[in-house]
């Protein structure tokens, strides 16, 4: 199993904007699904975006339009780029790796430690 490491997380004012990187312990060319999800305090964690193989793109409601999911797999490297950020986005935000057959069978690879973002008002 690819191990997971998010980074970029740190405080920022409503508005503004963060990077989040994610990198794999090994090659991604094969992993179906890379997503972004987030857990805010006393909450479940929640999907945030994916990205498939083949660039398929998904979003939370939430956050269509400010966030972008790309991954470089040449990199082993999954990104998240945050714009227009707002308070509500505040949460530790955790990557994982999914393959076809863990999609199908709705199963989540390794969690990371994950990355904290926080917006202040």
């Known amino acids: 199993q690819v191990q997971l490491v998010e980074s970029g997380g740190g405080l920022v004012q409503a508005g503004g904007s963060l990077r989040l990187s994610c990198a794999a312990s090994?090659?991604?060319?094969?992993?179906?699904?890379m997503g972004w999800y987030r857990q805010a305090p006393g909450k479940q964690r929640e999907l945030v975006a994916t990205?498939?193989?083949?660039?398929?793109?998904n979003y939370a409601d939430s956050v269509k339009g400010r966030f972008t999911i790309s991954r470089d797999n040449a990199k082993n490297m999954v990104y998240l780029q945050m714009n227009s950020l707002k308070p509500e986005d505040t949460a530790v935000y955790y990557c994982?790796?999914?393959?076809?057959?863990?999609?199908?069978?709705?199963?989540?690879?390794?969690w990371g430690q994950g990355t904290q973002v926080t917006v202040s008002s």
């Open positions: 990205i498939t193989s083949g660039g398929t793109t």
């Open positions: 090994r090659s991604i060319f094969n992993i179906n699904t």
């Open positions: 994982n790796a999914q393959t076809l057959a863990m999609v199908t069978a709705r199963l989540f690879g390794p």
